[in-house]
């Protein structure tokens, strides 16, 4: 157990919806990094946040939104679904070595 | 922007054969990690190199840092089957705490 937690667990939904993933990073850390891996590939670098201000993009869709809350709580916003967006959804957060805490991830599929 | 590459995609070991996987940066790294995804999981960080020619050892993991520090490998001496995973490197740049993850290889084994 990393001590990064993400809900849901699994989420299915329908073209053109809009869904919530929700991530809290472990005690202590300020940092929540998000990260997209489709089917076989690997990690794509969403967006990071540091004590809620918005410090790194990476490949985010305009579709895509996140947040990061006062008790450092992190959201992202998926809207306008596609069947491309299917995939894993990790968020991880970092100790001051910059060593990346993973959580185990939201399964989005969209059919 | 800075890519990372990792060969080979995929690899296929019999049982205590050995096993290498080559990371390389287009840009000198500030330090590299190493995580490990095993099937359905998230990854799990494994290891950080800082050190330009650094090579570190936990077990049968043999880990090294290029002298230019672009370049990274990860041996796996005598594989077990569990050492089935995905084995990715992330690098980051001075300055800069996201990390840009490599392609993955994926290692399975056969008994």
């Known amino acids: 157990d990393s001590g990064v937690t993400q809900t849901p667990k699994h989420l299915i939904t329908a073209t053109g919806q809009r869904v919530t993933l929700r991530c809290s990073p472990r005690?202590?850390?300020?940092?929540v990094y998000w990260y997209q891996q489709s089917l076989d590939q690997g990690l794509q670098f969403l967006i990071q946040?540091?004590?809620?201000?918005?410090?790194a993009k990476g490949n985010i869709l305009e579709r895509f939104s996140a947040q990061q809350f006062p008790d450092l709580h992190s959201e992202l916003n998926l809207s306008s679904l596609e069947l491309g967006d299917s995939a894993l959804y990790f968020c991880?957060?970092?100790?001051?070595?910059?060593?990346?805490?993973f959580g185990p991830g939201t399964r989005l599929t969209v059919l | 922007g800075q890519q990372v590459m990792q060969i080979p995609q995929y690899q296929h070991v019999q049982e205590g054969e050995d096993f290498t996987t080559y990371c390389n940066s287009s840009?000198?790294?500030?330090?590299i990690q190493w995580y490990k995804q095993r099937p359905g999981g998230h990854p799990v960080f494994l290891i950080q190199?800082?050190?330009?020619?650094e090579v570190k050892k936990q077990k049968r993991l043999t880990f090294q840092f290029g002298e230019a520090k672009k370049n990274s490998s990860l041996h796996i001496t005598a594989t077990q089957t569990t050492d089935v995973g995905t084995y990715f490197c992330?690098?980051?740049?001075?300055?800069?705490?996201?990390?840009?993850f490599g392609t993955g290889t994926r290692l399975t084994i056969i008994p």
């Open positions: 840009t000198t790294l500030s330090n």
């Open positions: 991880a957060s970092n100790d001051r070595a910059d060593t990346q805490y």
């Open positions: 946040y540091y004590n809620g201000e918005e410090r």
């Open positions: 005690s202590g850390d300020l940092s």
């Open positions: 190199l800082v050190k330009s020619g």
């Open positions: 992330a690098g980051s740049n001075f300055g800069n705490e996201k990390l840009t």
